[in-house]
């Protein structure tokens, strides 16, 4: 495994739609395995392929319930909203307002090879969005609700 580095904001990549992972080959497990560790070693929830400079659908989700590897993932259900503040690894330092739905129901292929569906609320509906849409060449800062903000550490946390 191995930290990959970041594309950010203005990086032509993220503006790029993902293409579809035929076949799940070694080299893709070493794509999520490094993705996995790049997320975590960056303190994301989140992480999508391009954004580390690969054009596949796959992202990567841990909100607290242990990681979720989505490949080739498709939205099929949404319900729900809700609004918060949301930030971006390729968008450091910064957040802003966002509203997404507040429960998805997303369609994707596991690293077995077989498909799974996974339904999730609140944060995890927010992360699988915000995910999902990078790999579309989209980027939250799109959908800002107002200005984006400095996000700042609280030195107690």
């Not at 080959?25 to 391009?50: H, Q, S, W």
């Not at 979720?68 to 909203?81: A, R």
């Amino acid at each position: 495994m191995a930290i990959r580095n970041l594309r950010y904001e203005g990086d032509p990549i993220l503006r790029k739609t993902s293409k579809e992972v035929k076949e799940i080959t070694p080299k893709i497990v070493e794509l999520i395995d490094d993705m996995l560790e790049t997320m975590y070693e960056a303190g994301g929830v989140g992480l999508a392929a391009p954004q580390v400079g690969v054009l596949k659908r796959i992202v990567v989700i841990d909100v607290g319930d242990g990681p979720f590897v989505l490949i080739n993932p498709q939205i099929t259900k949404t319900e729900g909203s809700q609004t918060g503040d949301e930030g971006c690894l390729s968008v450091p330092g910064k957040a802003g307002i966002v509203t997404r739905p507040n429960e998805v129901t997303v369609r994707f292929t596991g690293e077995d090879g077989n498909t799974y569906d996974l339904e999730g609320t609140e944060l995890l509906a927010r992360a699988i969005c915000h995910e999902c849409d990078h790999l579309d060449g989209k980027l939250y800062v799109d959908l800002v609700e107002g200005e984006l903000h400095d996000t700042v550490m609280d030195e107690e946390e």
